[in-house]
Protein backbone atom coordinates (compact mmCIF):
# COMPACT_ATOMS: atom_id res chain seq x y z
CA UNK A 1 0.00 0.00 0.00
CA UNK A 2 2.62 2.60 -1.13
CA UNK A 3 1.83 6.48 -1.41
CA UNK A 4 -1.54 6.38 -0.25
CA UNK A 5 -3.44 9.79 0.08
CA UNK A 6 -5.60 10.71 3.05
CA UNK A 7 -8.18 13.82 3.60
CA UNK A 8 -9.49 16.15 5.87
CA UNK A 9 -12.90 14.93 7.57
CA UNK A 10 -15.58 16.79 6.99
CA UNK A 11 -17.79 15.81 10.44
CA UNK A 12 -17.16 14.95 13.84
CA UNK A 13 -16.01 11.63 14.93
CA UNK A 14 -18.64 9.98 16.46
CA UNK A 15 -19.89 6.09 17.35
CA UNK A 16 -18.73 3.37 19.85
CA UNK A 17 -15.67 0.90 18.94
CA UNK A 18 -14.18 -2.41 20.76
CA UNK A 19 -10.94 -2.37 20.13
CA UNK A 20 -8.81 -5.23 19.37
CA UNK A 21 -6.78 -7.17 21.97
CA UNK A 22 -3.47 -5.91 24.00
CA UNK A 23 -0.35 -6.48 22.05
CA UNK A 24 1.45 -7.19 24.89
CA UNK A 25 -1.01 -9.60 26.93
CA UNK A 26 -1.40 -11.55 23.47
CA UNK A 27 2.51 -12.56 22.72
CA UNK A 28 2.41 -13.00 27.03
CA UNK A 29 -0.59 -15.59 26.60
CA UNK A 30 1.03 -17.62 23.55
CA UNK A 31 3.92 -17.75 25.66
CA UNK A 32 2.96 -18.76 28.86
CA UNK A 33 0.23 -21.01 27.55
CA UNK A 34 2.45 -22.90 25.39
CA UNK A 35 5.26 -23.98 28.62
CA UNK A 36 1.85 -24.27 30.36
CA UNK A 37 0.32 -27.94 31.32
CA UNK A 38 -2.96 -28.44 29.21
CA UNK A 39 -5.44 -26.24 27.57
CA UNK A 40 -4.83 -22.08 27.50
CA UNK A 41 -8.38 -20.50 25.53
CA UNK A 42 -7.04 -17.23 24.43
CA UNK A 43 -9.92 -14.64 23.89
CA UNK A 44 -9.60 -11.60 22.40
CA UNK A 45 -6.64 -12.14 20.99
CA UNK A 46 -4.40 -9.72 18.66
CA UNK A 47 -4.52 -10.78 14.70
CA UNK A 48 -1.57 -8.82 14.13
CA UNK A 49 1.45 -9.75 12.54
CA UNK A 50 3.80 -9.69 15.45
CA UNK A 51 1.43 -11.68 17.86
CA UNK A 52 1.39 -13.91 15.22
CA UNK A 53 5.02 -14.49 14.53
CA UNK A 54 4.90 -15.45 18.33
CA UNK A 55 2.36 -18.13 17.62
CA UNK A 56 4.65 -19.57 14.30
CA UNK A 57 7.50 -19.58 17.14
CA UNK A 58 5.64 -21.94 19.45
CA UNK A 59 4.28 -23.86 16.67
CA UNK A 60 7.97 -24.68 15.30
CA UNK A 61 8.78 -25.66 18.86
CA UNK A 62 6.25 -28.54 19.08
CA UNK A 63 3.33 -26.71 20.40
CA UNK A 64 -0.65 -26.88 19.39
CA UNK A 65 -2.21 -23.61 18.55
CA UNK A 66 -5.23 -23.21 16.71
CA UNK A 67 -6.52 -20.04 16.03
CA UNK A 68 -10.17 -18.71 15.01
CA UNK A 69 -9.99 -15.77 14.60
CA UNK A 70 -9.40 -13.44 17.44
CA UNK A 71 -9.54 -17.19 19.95
CA UNK A 72 -6.89 -19.04 20.23
CA UNK A 73 -6.76 -22.38 22.11
CA UNK A 74 -3.06 -23.35 23.09
CA UNK A 75 -2.05 -27.06 23.94
CA UNK A 76 0.82 -27.82 25.74
CA UNK A 77 2.13 -30.72 27.83
CA UNK A 78 4.65 -28.08 29.68
CA UNK A 79 7.63 -26.70 28.79
CA UNK A 80 10.17 -30.01 29.01
CA UNK A 81 7.69 -31.14 26.03
CA UNK A 82 9.19 -28.46 23.47
CA UNK A 83 11.26 -29.61 20.13
CA UNK A 84 14.01 -27.82 18.63
CA UNK A 85 12.71 -26.16 15.96
CA UNK A 86 14.01 -27.61 12.60
CA UNK A 87 14.26 -24.20 10.99
CA UNK A 88 15.78 -20.17 11.98
CA UNK A 89 12.63 -18.88 14.24
CA UNK A 90 11.52 -16.03 12.69
CA UNK A 91 10.50 -12.45 14.87
CA UNK A 92 9.53 -10.66 11.86
CA UNK A 93 9.07 -6.58 13.05
CA UNK A 94 8.20 -7.88 17.24
CA UNK A 95 10.93 -6.60 19.61
CA UNK A 96 8.58 -8.32 22.39
CA UNK A 97 8.85 -11.62 20.47
CA UNK A 98 12.86 -11.47 20.27
CA UNK A 99 13.04 -10.00 24.01
CA UNK A 100 11.02 -12.49 25.68
CA UNK A 101 11.89 -15.37 23.17
CA UNK A 102 15.20 -15.19 25.05
CA UNK A 103 14.05 -15.74 28.71
CA UNK A 104 12.75 -18.69 27.21
CA UNK A 105 14.97 -20.43 24.52
CA UNK A 106 18.54 -20.49 26.50
CA UNK A 107 16.90 -22.71 29.00
CA UNK A 108 15.57 -25.55 26.49
CA UNK A 109 17.72 -28.71 25.60
CA UNK A 110 18.83 -27.93 21.63
CA UNK A 111 19.80 -25.46 19.60
CA UNK A 112 17.79 -22.54 18.43
CA UNK A 113 19.17 -19.68 16.24
CA UNK A 114 16.45 -16.47 15.33
CA UNK A 115 16.31 -13.47 12.93
CA UNK A 116 13.94 -10.87 11.86
CA UNK A 117 13.16 -8.03 9.62
CA UNK A 118 15.81 -5.34 8.79
CA UNK A 119 14.33 -3.22 11.47
CA UNK A 120 14.46 -5.64 14.33
CA UNK A 121 18.15 -6.78 12.89
CA UNK A 122 19.46 -3.34 14.62
CA UNK A 123 17.43 -3.12 17.63
CA UNK A 124 19.71 -3.79 20.45
CA UNK A 125 19.84 -7.40 22.09
CA UNK A 126 22.46 -7.05 24.44
CA UNK A 127 19.76 -5.71 27.12
CA UNK A 128 18.56 -9.20 27.63
CA UNK A 129 22.06 -10.76 26.47
CA UNK A 130 23.77 -9.30 29.28
CA UNK A 131 21.17 -10.53 32.22
CA UNK A 132 20.59 -13.73 30.72
CA UNK A 133 24.83 -14.81 30.25
CA UNK A 134 25.27 -13.76 33.78
CA UNK A 135 22.92 -16.22 34.66
CA UNK A 136 24.21 -18.52 32.38
CA UNK A 137 22.96 -18.88 29.25
CA UNK A 138 25.23 -19.82 26.16
CA UNK A 139 24.49 -17.59 23.24
CA UNK A 140 25.93 -15.81 20.30
CA UNK A 141 24.88 -12.92 18.37
CA UNK A 142 25.97 -10.34 15.31
CA UNK A 143 28.60 -8.14 16.80
CA UNK A 144 29.54 -10.33 20.28
CA UNK A 145 25.69 -10.88 21.13
CA UNK A 146 24.25 -6.77 20.02
CA UNK A 147 22.13 -8.01 17.22
CA UNK A 148 20.03 -10.65 15.40
CA UNK A 149 20.56 -13.14 14.22
CA UNK A 150 21.47 -14.90 17.51
CA UNK A 151 21.82 -18.55 18.75
CA UNK A 152 21.00 -20.53 22.03
CA UNK A 153 22.30 -23.94 23.31
CA UNK A 154 20.16 -25.26 25.82
CA UNK A 155 21.80 -25.37 29.81
CA UNK A 156 20.95 -25.30 32.89
CA UNK A 157 20.56 -21.35 34.12
CA UNK A 158 20.94 -19.87 37.58
CA UNK A 159 19.12 -17.23 39.40
CA UNK A 160 20.50 -13.87 39.73
CA UNK A 161 19.75 -10.45 41.37
CA UNK A 162 19.63 -7.66 38.97
CA UNK A 163 19.19 -4.16 38.45
CA UNK A 164 17.67 -3.09 35.25
CA UNK A 165 20.16 -0.51 33.52
CA UNK A 166 17.14 0.53 31.33
CA UNK A 167 13.30 1.20 31.95
CA UNK A 168 11.88 -2.01 29.97
CA UNK A 169 9.25 -4.41 30.17
CA UNK A 170 11.32 -6.56 27.97
CA UNK A 171 14.26 -6.90 29.09
CA UNK A 172 12.39 -7.59 33.03
CA UNK A 173 9.84 -9.69 31.34
CA UNK A 174 13.11 -11.83 30.05
CA UNK A 175 15.10 -11.97 33.53
CA UNK A 176 12.07 -13.06 35.50
CA UNK A 177 10.83 -15.74 32.59
CA UNK A 178 14.24 -17.07 32.39
CA UNK A 179 13.91 -16.99 36.49
CA UNK A 180 11.24 -18.92 36.65
CA UNK A 181 13.23 -22.18 34.55
CA UNK A 182 16.77 -21.51 36.33
CA UNK A 183 17.76 -23.07 39.35
CA UNK A 184 16.95 -21.22 42.80
CA UNK A 185 15.60 -17.57 42.88
CA UNK A 186 15.93 -14.51 40.21
CA UNK A 187 15.43 -11.06 42.03
CA UNK A 188 15.03 -8.20 39.20
CA UNK A 189 14.91 -4.41 40.66
CA UNK A 190 13.49 -1.80 38.26
CA UNK A 191 14.48 1.68 37.85
CA UNK A 192 10.82 3.00 37.10
CA UNK A 193 7.26 0.92 37.01
CA UNK A 194 7.52 -0.44 33.48
CA UNK A 195 4.46 -2.52 32.05
CA UNK A 196 3.46 -5.54 34.75
CA UNK A 197 1.34 -8.03 32.27
CA UNK A 198 4.59 -10.71 32.87
CA UNK A 199 3.90 -10.63 36.61
CA UNK A 200 0.29 -10.45 36.52
CA UNK A 201 0.14 -13.55 34.28
CA UNK A 202 3.01 -15.74 35.16
CA UNK A 203 0.60 -15.30 38.57
CA UNK A 204 -2.24 -16.47 37.20
CA UNK A 205 -0.72 -19.61 35.60
CA UNK A 206 0.42 -20.16 39.00
CA UNK A 207 3.88 -18.94 39.23
CA UNK A 208 6.18 -18.32 42.24
CA UNK A 209 6.41 -14.72 41.57
CA UNK A 210 6.42 -11.48 44.58
CA UNK A 211 6.54 -8.12 43.80
CA UNK A 212 7.24 -5.31 46.45
CA UNK A 213 7.94 -1.92 44.77
CA UNK A 214 9.74 -2.52 41.72
CA UNK A 215 11.13 -5.17 42.92
CA UNK A 216 10.09 -8.85 41.87
CA UNK A 217 11.16 -12.47 42.55
CA UNK A 218 10.22 -15.74 41.28
CA UNK A 219 11.33 -18.98 41.96
CA UNK A 220 11.86 -21.92 39.89
CA UNK A 221 9.14 -23.99 38.73
CA UNK A 222 9.49 -25.94 35.72
CA UNK A 223 5.44 -26.38 35.44
CA UNK A 224 3.19 -23.77 34.90
CA UNK A 225 -1.07 -24.66 34.73
CA UNK A 226 -2.79 -23.72 31.80
CA UNK A 227 -5.28 -20.94 32.11
CA UNK A 228 -7.87 -19.45 30.06
CA UNK A 229 -6.99 -15.39 29.39
CA UNK A 230 -9.49 -12.53 28.05
CA UNK A 231 -7.46 -9.92 26.81
CA UNK A 232 -8.16 -6.18 27.20
CA UNK A 233 -7.99 -3.78 24.40
CA UNK A 234 -5.04 -2.20 23.85
CA UNK A 235 -5.02 0.88 25.11
CA UNK A 236 -1.69 1.96 22.77
CA UNK A 237 -4.27 1.30 19.63
CA UNK A 238 -7.10 2.86 21.18
CA UNK A 239 -4.68 6.45 21.56
CA UNK A 240 -5.43 7.01 18.36
CA UNK A 241 -9.25 7.19 18.19
CA UNK A 242 -8.81 9.14 22.02
CA UNK A 243 -6.05 11.32 20.01
CA UNK A 244 -8.44 11.67 16.87
CA UNK A 245 -11.62 12.47 18.91
CA UNK A 246 -9.71 15.36 21.37
CA UNK A 247 -8.56 16.62 18.07
CA UNK A 248 -11.00 17.03 15.67
CA UNK A 249 -13.59 19.42 16.60
CA UNK A 250 -17.52 18.20 17.89
CA UNK A 251 -16.03 14.80 18.05
CA UNK A 252 -17.57 12.37 20.73
CA UNK A 253 -16.37 8.58 20.65
CA UNK A 254 -16.95 5.95 23.30
CA UNK A 255 -13.90 2.97 22.58
CA UNK A 256 -15.24 -0.55 24.90
CA UNK A 257 -13.39 -2.58 27.12
CA UNK A 258 -9.53 -0.84 26.88
CA UNK A 259 -7.23 -2.41 29.16
CA UNK A 260 -6.46 0.36 32.06
CA UNK A 261 -3.58 -1.23 33.74
CA UNK A 262 -1.97 1.27 35.81
CA UNK A 263 1.16 0.75 33.80
CA UNK A 264 -0.17 1.59 30.84
CA UNK A 265 -2.64 4.71 31.44
CA UNK A 266 -0.08 7.56 30.83
CA UNK A 267 -2.08 9.02 27.79
CA UNK A 268 -5.28 9.28 29.29
CA UNK A 269 -3.77 10.99 31.98
CA UNK A 270 -1.87 13.15 29.37
CA UNK A 271 -5.24 14.01 27.89
CA UNK A 272 -6.49 15.03 31.26
CA UNK A 273 -3.81 17.45 32.19
CA UNK A 274 -4.10 19.27 28.66
CA UNK A 275 -7.76 19.76 29.56
CA UNK A 276 -9.67 16.57 27.63
CA UNK A 277 -13.03 15.84 28.59
CA UNK A 278 -12.95 12.34 29.12
CA UNK A 279 -14.55 9.95 31.14
CA UNK A 280 -14.40 6.07 32.23
CA UNK A 281 -17.24 4.17 33.13
CA UNK A 282 -17.97 -0.19 33.09
CA UNK A 283 -14.53 -0.61 35.03
CA UNK A 284 -14.28 -4.70 35.44
CA UNK A 285 -11.12 -6.87 36.37
CA UNK A 286 -10.53 -9.78 34.58
CA UNK A 287 -7.54 -12.17 34.49
CA UNK A 288 -5.99 -9.15 36.78
CA UNK A 289 -6.58 -6.83 34.87
CA UNK A 290 -8.84 -3.60 34.82
CA UNK A 291 -10.55 -3.03 31.68
CA UNK A 292 -12.90 0.31 30.92
CA UNK A 293 -14.50 2.08 28.61
CA UNK A 294 -13.38 5.51 27.45
CA UNK A 295 -15.45 8.43 26.83
CA UNK A 296 -13.67 11.54 24.88
CA UNK A 297 -15.25 14.49 23.74
CA UNK A 298 -13.93 17.57 21.38
CA UNK A 299 -12.42 19.91 24.10
CA UNK A 300 -9.71 22.99 23.90
CA UNK A 301 -6.42 21.65 24.50
CA UNK A 302 -2.99 23.22 26.95
CA UNK A 303 0.44 22.01 26.68
CA UNK A 304 2.06 20.10 29.37
CA UNK A 305 5.74 18.76 30.33
CA UNK A 306 5.82 14.86 30.17
CA UNK A 307 8.83 13.48 31.50
CA UNK A 308 10.28 11.27 33.71
CA UNK A 309 8.86 8.24 35.63
CA UNK A 310 5.45 8.78 33.33
CA UNK A 311 7.52 7.81 30.20
CA UNK A 312 7.52 4.44 30.46
CA UNK A 313 3.40 4.64 31.21
CA UNK A 314 3.13 5.98 27.49
CA UNK A 315 5.87 5.02 25.41
CA UNK A 316 4.62 3.61 22.53
CA UNK A 317 1.53 6.70 22.42
CA UNK A 318 3.74 9.85 22.12
CA UNK A 319 3.77 9.42 18.49
CA UNK A 320 0.31 10.35 18.74
CA UNK A 321 0.81 12.18 21.59
CA UNK A 322 2.99 14.77 19.91
CA UNK A 323 0.59 15.32 17.38
CA UNK A 324 -2.05 15.99 20.23
CA UNK A 325 0.57 18.67 21.29
CA UNK A 326 0.40 20.15 17.60
CA UNK A 327 -3.02 21.14 18.87
CA UNK A 328 -2.89 22.15 22.04
CA UNK A 329 -2.06 26.01 23.45
CA UNK A 330 1.13 26.58 24.66
CA UNK A 331 4.09 24.54 24.33
CA UNK A 332 4.38 20.36 25.59
CA UNK A 333 7.71 19.07 26.38
CA UNK A 334 8.25 15.56 26.03
CA UNK A 335 11.91 14.26 27.88
CA UNK A 336 13.52 11.32 29.42
CA UNK A 337 12.43 9.54 26.42
CA UNK A 338 15.56 8.40 24.65
CA UNK A 339 14.71 5.10 24.41
CA UNK A 340 12.26 6.30 21.57
CA UNK A 341 15.92 6.38 19.64
CA UNK A 342 15.63 2.08 19.36
CA UNK A 343 12.15 1.63 18.67
CA UNK A 344 10.80 -0.02 15.49
CA UNK A 345 13.11 3.18 13.93
CA UNK A 346 13.97 5.95 15.99
CA UNK A 347 10.60 7.57 16.46
CA UNK A 348 11.78 10.94 17.90
CA UNK A 349 13.65 11.69 14.89
CA UNK A 350 10.95 10.36 12.80
CA UNK A 351 7.75 11.89 14.97
CA UNK A 352 9.52 15.10 14.42
CA UNK A 353 10.28 14.91 10.66
CA UNK A 354 6.96 13.87 9.51
CA UNK A 355 5.18 16.80 11.97
CA UNK A 356 7.75 19.13 10.50
CA UNK A 357 6.90 18.36 7.13
CA UNK A 358 2.97 19.22 7.94
CA UNK A 359 4.08 22.52 9.21
CA UNK A 360 4.15 21.79 13.24
CA UNK A 361 6.57 24.24 15.45
CA UNK A 362 8.59 21.17 16.75
CA UNK A 363 12.22 20.75 17.70
CA UNK A 364 13.87 17.67 18.26
CA UNK A 365 15.75 17.40 21.45
CA UNK A 366 18.22 13.84 22.16
CA UNK A 367 15.63 12.64 25.13
CA UNK A 368 12.60 13.95 23.25
CA UNK A 369 10.78 16.85 21.80
CA UNK A 370 9.47 20.19 22.40
CA UNK A 371 6.33 21.12 20.20
CA UNK A 372 4.90 24.26 20.38
CA UNK A 373 1.08 24.90 19.43
CA UNK A 374 -1.51 25.44 18.52
CA UNK A 375 -0.43 25.23 14.74
CA UNK A 376 -3.04 25.10 11.66
CA UNK A 377 -1.30 21.38 9.87
CA UNK A 378 -0.81 21.97 6.69
CA UNK A 379 -0.44 18.64 4.41
CA UNK A 380 2.19 17.02 2.28
CA UNK A 381 4.37 13.75 1.48
CA UNK A 382 5.40 12.17 4.71
CA UNK A 383 7.49 9.01 5.31
CA UNK A 384 6.23 6.06 7.79
CA UNK A 385 9.69 4.77 8.42
CA UNK A 386 8.15 1.22 8.07
CA UNK A 387 6.84 2.07 11.58
CA UNK A 388 2.65 1.48 12.68
CA UNK A 389 3.05 4.03 15.07
CA UNK A 390 4.20 6.51 13.12
CA UNK A 391 1.82 5.28 9.89
CA UNK A 392 -1.42 5.70 11.93
CA UNK A 393 -0.39 9.05 13.56
CA UNK A 394 -0.16 10.35 9.90
CA UNK A 395 -3.51 9.11 8.89
CA UNK A 396 -5.28 10.73 12.69
CA UNK A 397 -2.92 13.80 11.66
CA UNK A 398 -4.88 13.90 7.68
CA UNK A 399 -8.15 14.34 9.87
CA UNK A 400 -7.11 17.86 10.55
CA UNK A 401 -5.02 19.38 7.93
CA UNK A 402 -6.10 21.94 5.49
CA UNK A 403 -4.43 19.59 2.70
CA UNK A 404 -3.96 15.96 2.05
CA UNK A 405 -1.62 13.82 3.23
CA UNK A 406 0.04 11.16 1.36
CA UNK A 407 2.36 8.44 3.28
CA UNK A 408 4.67 6.18 1.34
CA UNK A 409 3.71 3.03 3.03
CA UNK A 410 0.79 2.03 5.36
CA UNK A 411 1.91 -1.97 5.38
CA UNK A 412 3.40 -1.91 8.76
CA UNK A 413 -0.35 -0.97 10.60
CA UNK A 414 -1.21 -4.45 9.65
CA UNK A 415 1.89 -5.32 12.92
CA UNK A 416 -0.64 -3.76 15.37
CA UNK A 417 -3.97 -2.64 14.40
CA UNK A 418 -5.20 -4.75 11.56
CA UNK A 419 -8.62 -3.32 11.60
CA UNK A 420 -7.49 0.22 11.87
CA UNK A 421 -8.91 1.60 9.45
CA UNK A 422 -12.26 -0.45 9.35
CA UNK A 423 -12.78 1.60 12.86
CA UNK A 424 -11.60 4.57 11.28
CA UNK A 425 -14.30 4.51 8.59
CA UNK A 426 -16.89 3.98 11.29
CA UNK A 427 -16.35 6.54 13.33
CA UNK A 428 -15.65 9.06 10.35
CA UNK A 429 -19.47 7.96 9.62
CA UNK A 430 -18.08 6.48 6.04
CA UNK A 431 -19.64 3.39 7.08
CA UNK A 432 -22.57 1.58 9.25
CA UNK A 433 -21.00 -0.30 12.03
C1 LIG B 1 6.55 -3.93 25.46
C2 LIG B 1 7.33 -3.08 26.19
C3 LIG B 1 7.80 -1.80 25.67
C4 LIG B 1 6.98 -1.34 24.47
C5 LIG B 1 6.74 -2.43 23.47
C6 LIG B 1 6.04 -3.60 24.13
C7 LIG B 1 6.18 -5.22 26.08
O1 LIG B 1 9.15 -1.93 25.28
O2 LIG B 1 7.59 -0.23 23.84
O3 LIG B 1 5.96 -1.97 22.40
O4 LIG B 1 5.24 -5.89 25.57
O5 LIG B 1 6.81 -5.60 27.08
P1 LIG B 1 10.34 -1.76 26.37
O6 LIG B 1 9.96 -2.60 27.50
O7 LIG B 1 11.58 -2.22 25.72
O8 LIG B 1 10.35 -0.29 26.68
Known amino acids: MKNKVFSKTNRPLLGELRIPGDKSISHRAVMLGSIAEGTTVIENFLDGEDCLHTIDIFRQLGVEIIQEGTTVTVKSDGVASLKEPKVPLYFGNSGTTARLMFGILPALPFYTVSYGDPHLTVRPMDRVITPLTKMGALMDGRKDGLFLPISTHGTTLQGIRYELPVKSAQVKSAVLLAGLLA????????????????????????????????????????????????????????AFFL????????????????????????????????????????????????????EVTYESLQGIT????????????????????????????????????????????????VLTTLGANI?????????????????????????????????????INENPIQIDDISSIAISYPTFFEHLDIIKGTVEK
Open 183 to 238: TGETTVIEQAKTRNHTENMLRAFGADIKSTGLEHTITNKQTLTATNVTVPGDISSA
Open 243 to 294: IAAAIVPGSSIVLQKVGLNETRIGVIDVLMDMGANISISNKQEIGGELLGDI
Open 306 to 353: IDDEKIPSLIDEIPIIALLATQAEGTTIIKDAEELRVKETDRIHAVVD
Open 363 to 399: EETADGMIIHGKTDLQGGKIKSYSDHRIAMMGVIASL
